[in-house]
């Protein structure tokens, strides 16, 4: 491997608005394929639970309904690509003296207004509507604490079942909630010493990533290693120590000549996995978590060659593309609302109903997926537009950096939109910045 040095911790970096020497990356401008990758997290969530739950009847069903399950990883994506913006964010902001005021108020901004007004919609609104009363609601308004204070992943955890119906996708967006809370602190402890914090990202996505193995292997539940957040910190570490290392001089050049071996390593080891899925006796359980860090790294090299590809390249140019920006740009809203209507087709078999009446179950899941997937994402549309933006405005109280830095992490989604500057970014479920 080349020697270029990584940063030494006398802060030989570039600061925001700086520019990697080594790739003519600046990291001060928009980067659109961004939004891309986000819109490509989203878009494997949405075709996960349109399609990926559906009792396939034939081989070509098969076939779909076993691709799409792998849309589960659009979550690892939201991981990995806030835990780059949100480091990044934070590291960019190091010499703002109101450094943790700023960025909570932005978090909260961002995150709070959506999360908490569909709580409210669900627990105070919902019941006093008799035809969406029943077990299922009551169930949830049993249970609504857990919501309230962001740990439905801890409930899902002790329960040992998906127990939150409509809600239970809010077990990511508790893990996201989670690192916000303990991140800032540990980036502003290391942020002068750059290659320790590198080294603290990493061995927390070690940690976490062994976590899960050596924690089934103990007799901790499948749930447990999937849900709570100590054992899925490793993507968000992951996105965290890159964000560190393209912010150093040669950085973000070290990286991309280490990603093709890397990527090479990890993908040999994915396709491995799946002979020891079948031949060994372990049982799946301990092969998709390791699979699930392997994915995370392949991820996280996807997220580097996206923001590195050459303007004119097929890959910049899918991920700056209209479809994948546009989904990005809704991308927060998208998986806040799409569970409610996935969730109620699944429930109900709804696709059983619509292929009696067209004769065809392989057209009745298509245009169940399109009807859902589009009613997901006018509702977010119209709750970004009318409702979210409202609160983003406010986001210019508290600028995440010094007058006249802005960090390639502060992207905003719909600053490169027509819907104006103030939009979000790193959301995600995984709502960023």
Request: with cysteine.
């Amino acid at each position: 491997m080349a020697t270029t040095r990584l940063g030494s911790d006398r802060c030989d970096r570039v600061g925001a608005g700086g520019q990697d020497a080594g790739r003519g990356i600046d990291l001060g401008r928009r980067l659109p394929t961004l939004d891309g990758v986000r819109g490509l997290a989203v878009l494997m969530v949405l075709l996960f639970h349109f399609i990926g739950g559906v009792q396939p009847t034939n081989t070509i069903e098969q076939i779909v309904v076993r691709a799409t399950n792998y849309g589960s990883y659009g979550v690892e994506l939201f991981f990995v690509l806030s835990g780059f913006l949100i480091t990044g964010i934070l590291y960019d902001s190091r010499e703002n003296p109101r450094y943790f005021r700023n960025f909570y108020m932005r978090r909260v901004l961002r995150i709070f207004p959506l999360y908490y007004g569909v709580l409210i919609l669900v627990f105070l609104v919902a019941p006093l509507v008799p035809m969406l009363r029943g077990p299922t609601l009551d169930t949830l308004l049993d249970r609504q604490a857990w919501a309230w204070l962001y740990a439905v992943n801890v409930h899902i955890a002790l329960a040992g079942e998906w127990s939150f119906s409509y809600l239970q996708h809010f077990w990511s967006l508790a893990i996201e909630e989670h690192f916000y809370l303990f991140w800032p602190f540990v980036v502003y402890a290391l942020v002068r010493r750059p290659r320790l914090l590198v080294a603290v990202s990493l061995g927390l996505a070690v940690a976490a990533f062994a976590g899960r193995i050596l924690g089934l292997g103990a007799g901790l539940s499948w749930w447990t290693t999937y849900v709570l957040t100590p054992f899925r910190l490793d993507g968000l570490a992951l996105g965290a120590a890159m964000a560190v290392v393209v912010r150093q001089r040669g950085g973000l050049e070290w990286l991309m000549r280490a990603m093709p071996r890397v990527a090479l390593i990890a993908g040999a080891l994915f396709v491995a996995s799946f002979a020891w899925s079948r031949h060994a006796g372990q049982g799946d359980v301990y092969v998709m978590g390791f699979r699930a860090g392997l994915i995370q790294v392949l991820l996280a090299c996807l997220l580097l060659w996206a923001i590195t590809a050459p303007a004119p390249s097929l890959v910049a140019r899918v991920f700056s593309g209209r479809t994948l920006t546009f989904l990005g740009t809704y991308s927060y809203g998208l998986y806040v609302y799409h569970h409610f209507i996935s969730y109620y087709f699944s429930a109900n078999k709804t696709e059983l109903a619509v292929a009696a009446w067209i004769g065809s179950h392989t057209a009745a899941m298509a245009l169940q997926a399109a009807v859902g997937m589009g009613a997901s994402l006018a509702i977010a549309y119209v709750s970004f537009e009318y409702f979210e933006k409202r609160f983003l405005d406010m986001k210019r109280h508290f600028s995440a950096h010094a007058a006249g830095e802005q960090s390639l992490a502060e992207q905003a989604p719909a600053a490169r939109s027509r819907v104006g500057a103030q939009g979000k970014a790193a959301s995600m479920p995984v709502a960023g910045e």
